[in-house]
Each structure stands twice: as C-alpha cells, then as structure tokens.
C-alpha cells in the first residue's frame, strides 16, 4: 500500500453517531483530518433511541465473549490490534458478565460522546441529515434506522430494488456440527445437484417440536416493526400458528424426498442451503423468527441431526435498513461511481455491535489512505474481520443476509486439530497474526498521531 503524502485539508462528512459513525469519526480526526459528524439526535429521536448520546446501545448491552475460541473474541483481539477507540471505551464501561464483555450503557455513551464533544478535530452537529452529503468525502453510518428522508434520498442514488427495509433473517450452523448420520443430501425428487441438507422427522418429533416452537417465548415487535410480516416472511411460529399441518405443507414439507435409512418419505423435513462456497455454513431454510434466542438453540436443537449444531447466526424478523453490498459498494466500502462516498454499519449488511464499529474503522482507514493518496487493499480473508468483509461483497447466494461474524466464514485450516476448542482458538491465532500483518502495511502515516 503505497503513499505517504499529507491529505489535502479536506472536511470530511460523517452522517450517523452510532457505533460505526462514531468510531469512524474519531479514527479519522486522532489521524488528522477535520471531521464533521451530524448526528440528529435529540433533535428528532428514533423510536428506539432514549436519548442524544453518541453511540447509545438500544438492546443488548452485551458486546459478546471476549474468549480466544470465539469468533467474538477473536474480532476483539484484531480491533485492538487496529487501535479501535470504542473497543477501548467499552472496556472501561464493562460490568461483571463472566467471558462477555458487557457494558453499562450509559457509562459507555457518554464517554464516546465526551471524547467526540471534546475533540478538536471533529464539529459536531445536532441536525438531521436529509440528503447524501453533498460534501465530499463523506461516510454515512446511520443503521438500521435511518431516518425516512434520508432512506428516500439513498434510495434514489441506488435504486429502490438495491435499499432493502426488512430483515428476515433464518438461522446459521456450522457444518461440522451436523450429525450426517441422520442428515442426508438431496434435491427433490432427485432434480439437479444434492444442494440441500435434509433433517427428516417422523410425526411424533414433528409434533413436539411444533408443540414446543408454539411454546416458546417471542421477542414482541417495536410499535415501528409491526408492519415487517407484510414486508418480509412469515416467522416460522407464526405459521405454525395456522394450524397442526401447516409446517408440514409450508417450509417443512417432505414431498420428493426419501430418507436413506428407511427408504421412505419422511413426516416432515428441515432443510438446510448452503451459505458459504466451501460449504462451512449452512442455513435453516424458511425459518426467520422472532424467537428468543435462547429460545431458538432449545427447540431448533430438537431438529433431528441438530441437536448437538452450533448456531452462530440466530433468527431473526425486524426493521433494517440495509444496502445491496455486492452491487454497490467497492472493497474500500465506497459506492461505486459515487466518487468519495463511503457507507459503514449495520447499512452495509452487518449483524452486531462491534462488527458495526469494525466496518466503521475500515471506513475510516479505507478513506485516510485513499486521501494521502495511497492503494487500498480489505483486510486478508483469513483475519475475521477481512472474512466478514468477503462475505458482505460476494455472498454465495447473491444477495446479501446480514451477517455476524463466526469461524464458518472463514478459509480452511490447511491442518486444523481435532479438539473444537484447539482449532477455534488455531483459527483465532491465524486471524490475529494476518491481521499484524496487514495493520503493518498500512502507511506510516495513516498511524493515528
């Protein structure tokens, strides 16, 4: 990565003082250059939101485990490797959560907003951001809940058909979790390729797990995310709610496949597609809830040939603003064709925390070494971070499902251990030693002062 000019003295615009807009803003001004964060807060709220803080944590106030066999813990290690400044503040905020890093939420935003406030590279500006800056460059980080104005005018730069609105996200296993003794590939009516992973039930585990899915306790709706059945796909329990048979002739139905141990069409099946080329990671078909999340590893677990899986992406149903990634953002998360224009967060198609403050700081970095005039090259797919990034411009199926990160996105070991825990943690150690050595090829000069 070539250049190490001083950036013109140029004011950078960053729309959105989430997590991502604000870790983008502080890591470009520690670097040097004026930035002007608009935030519309308290201004005009969100229907989440409770206050005008910066960087305010809306549901969990969990940052997830800070384990060295973790996905979690591993895109930690490589953001502070990265010098991340809301990975540090979040630290300082932490409560007692055992292996999680978890946060007092207003000890945490008001420590950003005090470090931003008092800034002497950054202005910060109470209104709300209507259009795309018409200023260049810029970053907008304004998540999943973009204010309406603002989503109409991204809409008409990118085009309706590449803003989606609504998540309906189904759950992600790992492959080596699968227990192929009872799970087996086929396509119906053996038409094509075995693309998919079939979980076959008889009626008796059929009906306990509708008994159970029915049972289970739901996350209940914002007033503002009401409408998203009509806009995205029916949760699996609300079709279970249509009656005993409605699974087994919707998502579950078992028509045109025979399972191999009994040589008979099974009661009812789970399939599974394929979410990544290497066939790492494979998803629930049709199974976008609202389930609780510890309710969803209880009765998905009772899925046969998942019982012993391991989840690591749950389900999901709500307001979500997002881009079409693949079509429209470059690999320095720049909107192609739109000159100096950068999107960072959860708008890019990223599911958590601090998987939206890292896009937020490669925004950030993508921009410092594009003005001083340099080559910019993601993050390599081996670290996690450079994997999450890879999925967000080529996912296997076309289009963007936002995405955490966990060990399935990641490139093969070339001699992976046995023990689960030994090659996480081997996964992890590769991840941290790729991402030193990217870090160290930046230019000098994009090395916060």
């Known amino acids: 990565m070539a250049g190490t000019s001083e950036p013109a003295a140029a004011l950078i615009t960053v729309v959105g003082g989430g997590l991502a807009g604000s870790e983008a803003a502080l890591q470009l001004a520690?670097?040097?250059?004026?930035?002007?964060?608009?935030?519309?807060?308290?201004?005009?709220m969100t229907?989440?939101?409770?206050?005008?803080?910066?960087?305010?944590v809306v549901c969990s106030n969990s940052f997830k485990s800070e384990r060295a066999d973790t996905a979690s813990g591993g895109l930690k290690m490589e953001l502070e490797i990265l010098g991340s400044r809301l990975l540090a503040f979040a630290r300082e905020a932490r409560v007692p959560a055992g292996a999680a890093l978890a946060l007092d939420r207003e000890a945490f935003a008001d420590a950003v907003t005090r470090a931003i406030d008092s800034h002497p590279g950054i202005e910060l500006v109470r209104e709300e951001q209507q259009e795309l800056p018409r200023e260049r460059p810029s970053i907008v980080a304004t998540g999943p809940l973009t204010s309406p104005a603002l989503h109409e005018a991204i809409a008409r730069e990118v085009g309706e058909e590449a803003l989606f609105f609504y998540d309906a996200i189904a759950p992600s296993v790992l492959f080596d979790s699968i227990?192929?003794?009872?799970?087996?590939?086929a396509s119906r009516y053996d038409k094509g390729e075995p693309d998919y992973l079939n979980c076959p039930l008889n009626r008796q585990e059929y009906e306990s797990f509708v008994q159970a899915l029915l049972a289970a306790e739901r996350v209940r709706p914002k007033d503002?995310?009401?409408?998203?059945?009509f806009a995205g796909c029916m949760p699996i329990e609300a079709i279970a709610e249509g009656g005993p048979e409605s699974l087994r002739f919707g998502p579950m139905r078992p028509v045109g496949l025979r399972d191999p141990r009994t040589g008979r069409r099974p009661w009812a099946v789970v399939q599974l597609r394929r979410e990544t080329r290497d066939g790492s990671l494979y998803g629930l078909v049709g199974f976008q809830t609202q389930l609780k999340h510890p309710e969803q590893k209880r009765v998905f677990s009772m899925i046969p040939g998942l019982e012993h899986a391991e989840f690591v992406r749950l389900g999901?149903?709500?307001?979500?603003?997002?881009?079409?990634?693949?079509?429209?953002?470059?690999?320095?998360?720049?909107?192609?064709?739109?000159?100096?224009?950068?999107?960072?967060?959860?708008?890019i198609g990223c599911e958590g925390y601090v998987e939206s403050l890292a896009t937020g700081l490669v925004a950030a970095l993508a921009l410092d070494v594009h003005l001083r005039g340099g080559s910019w090259e993601p993050p390599p797919r081996e670290t996690l971070l450079g994997a999450l990034l890879a999925y967000l411009r080529?996912?296997?199926?076309?289009?963007?499902?936002p995405m955490n990160v966990n060990f399935g996105l990641l490139p093969p070991l070339a001699d992976p251990p046995r023990a689960k825990r030994e090659r996480k943690?081997?996964?992890?150690e590769r991840a941290v030693e790729a991402m030193r050595r990217w870090r160290d090829a930046l230019p000098t000069v994009s090395r916060p002062r």
């Open 425 to 428: 943690e081997a996964y992890v």
């Open 47 to 56: 229907p989440a939101h409770r206050s005008g803080e910066l960087a305010e």
């Open 30 to 44: 520690d670097r040097g250059h004026r930035v002007r964060l608009v935030e519309m807060r308290p201004r005009r």
């Open 394 to 401: 080529e996912p296997p199926l076309g289009r963007v499902s």
């Open 224 to 229: 503002f995310e009401r409408d998203a059945y």
């Open 316 to 347: 999901s149903l709500h307001r979500n603003t997002y881009l079409n990634t693949p079509h429209l953002l470059d690999a320095a998360l720049r909107l192609k064709g739109a000159g100096e224009l950068y999107f960072a967060g959860q708008m």
């Open 179 to 185: 227990d192929r003794e009872v799970v087996f590939a």
